[in-house]
């Protein structure tokens, strides 16, 4: 399994230079990809202008959307972003897509939140096209990856995309969907088995602030805000547990996401994974 770590585009003291640093430092370090979030109505940098920025600060690793909203963003616009980012990288961008879940993204870029899960089928359709054809970019071809809850989602994964993205939890959490994209995949008669990328959230010796960050960043979830909040990783023995355990449920790919934008913590997780 590929460990990956995430940009703090989300995180609270973010800033431009310390996002690059960021990069520069995880591409020097044993880290697989670099990973982003995507929010509109809360304080973030865009994912993809991030990783376009990571993509010239470093060379070898890879830049993954954990992930991109496709139904906030008209798709002819998403299609040339994906691929300028794709090029810009030299073939280095997995782009992982869901339909979201926040109201206040959607009111904040007036698209209406109904039928979403219809008009991003639709989308995932219509980027390949675009991507094939060069109507609107260079030909690309990034790895594509589908997230979501729901059997819609898993069946689009099988159907539309290479593989698929779990939003994060604990080991079981993404066992019993793995588990069901596995099976909408051979449902679907594809060859083969789906990449299958996991994530989870960490600050190593920060048990407050981290803990703040995500009671905020989920506060639209209810009562299910503590529970995530209370998963953050904050110890070594933490974090290779929660390795362990998607390793042994089939993940490939976890990425972890910092929840402090503290550049140490770079270290400290290499660190735990050497």
């Known amino acids: 399994m590929e460990i990956g770590v995430g940009l703090p585009t989300t995180t609270p003291g973010l800033d431009g230079p310390g996002v690059i640093a960021w990069a520069?430092?995880?591409?020097?370090?044993?880290?697989?990809?670099?990973?982003?979030?995507d929010r509109v109505a809360y304080e973030t940098l865009d994912p993809l202008v991030s990783l376009s920025a990571a993509a010239a600060a470093t060379e070898r690793i890879r830049l993954v959307t954990m992930v991109v909203i496709g139904p906030l963003r008209p798709t002819a616009l998403l299609a040339k972003q994906v691929a300028s980012v794709d090029a810009l990288s030299g073939g280095r961008l997995t782009l992982g897509l869901s339909v979201g879940a926040r109201?206040?993204?959607?009111?904040?870029?007036?698209?209406?939140?109904?039928?979403?899960?219809?008009?991003?089928?639709?989308?995932?359709?219509?980027?390949?096209?675009?991507?094939?054809?060069?109507?609107?970019?260079?030909?690309?071809?990034?790895?594509?990856l589908v997230g979501g809850l729901v059997g819609a989602s898993f069946a689009r994964a099988a159907r539309y995309a290479d593989g698929y993205v779990h939003g994060g939890g604990p080991p079981r959490a993404f066992a019993r969907a793995a588990g069901m994209a596995l099976d909408a995949w051979s449902d679907l008669g594809r060859s083969g088995r789906p990449t299958l990328f996991g994530?989870?959230?960490?600050?190593?010796?920060?048990?407050?602030?981290?803990?703040?960050?995500?009671?905020?960043?989920?506060?639209?979830?209810?009562?299910?805000?503590?529970?995530?909040?209370a998963a953050n990783l904050t110890t070594a023995h933490a974090v290779?547990?929660?390795?362990?355990?998607?390793?042994?449920?089939?993940?490939?790919?976890?990425?972890?996401?910092?929840?402090v934008s503290d550049l140490g913590q770079l270290d400290r997780l290499a660190d735990v994974l050497s």
């Open 199 to 229: 994530q989870g959230y960490f600050a190593l010796g920060d048990e407050g602030a981290g803990y703040d960050y995500l009671r905020h960043y989920y506060a639209f979830t209810g009562p299910f805000t503590e529970r995530i909040a």
């Open 240 to 259: 290779r547990d929660f390795i362990r355990g998607y390793e042994e449920a089939g993940c490939d790919h976890l990425v972890l996401l910092p929840t």
């Open 24 to 37: 520069r430092r995880a591409e020097a370090g044993p880290f697989a990809s670099l990973g982003v979030l």
């Open 103 to 144: 109201a206040e993204d959607f009111e904040t870029v007036r698209v209406p939140s109904r039928d979403r899960g219809l008009r991003f089928t639709e989308q995932l359709v219509d980027l390949r096209v675009a991507w094939e054809e060069r109507a609107l970019a260079p030909r690309s071809n990034p790895e594509v």
